[in-house]
Nanobody, 115 residues
Framework: QVQLVESGGGLVQAGGSLRLSCAASVSIFSINFMAWYRQAPGKQRELVATITSAGIRTYADFVKGRFTISRDNAKNTVYLEMNSLKAEDTAVYYC?????????WGQGTQVTVSS
């Protein structure tokens, strides 16, 4: 079992920045794949960014150059640094971990960007 707890969401003006955190209940050193997803009202959940245990990162086209995913194995935490935020980035952001063949999700953190 892996528990994931997101934090760092909030209300920010367009052009601003936020850093989301995802704290895991187990050592993320053993988690091969972690990711951030988001879901806006009335829309499907979509992949934002991924990071592997080797530090390989991928990003959705709509966040490239603005968001950065990182992981701190010592703190068992994955981060999502979000810059140049736009109104369309408004969503609930979820952390996901694939561990020993099972997917685990956090409860989500709300990000609201005002235009």
């Amino acid at each position: 079992q892996v528990q994931l707890v997101e934090s760092g969401g909030g209300l920010v003006q367009a052009g601003g920045s936020l850093r989301l955190s995802c704290a895991a209940s187990v050592s993320i050193f053993s988690i091969n794949f972690m990711a951030w997803y988001r879901q806006a009202p009335g829309k499907q959940r979509e992949l934002v960014a991924t990071i592997t245990s080797a530090g390989i990162r991928t990003y959705a086209d709509f966040v490239k150059g603005r968001f950065t995913i990182s992981r701190d194995n010592a703190k068992n935490t994955v981060y999502l640094e979000m810059n140049s935020l736009k109104a369309e980035d408004t969503a609930v952001y979820y952390c996901k971990a694939n561990h020993r063949g099972y997917p685990y999700w956090g409860q989500g953190t709300q990000v609201t960007v005002s235009s």
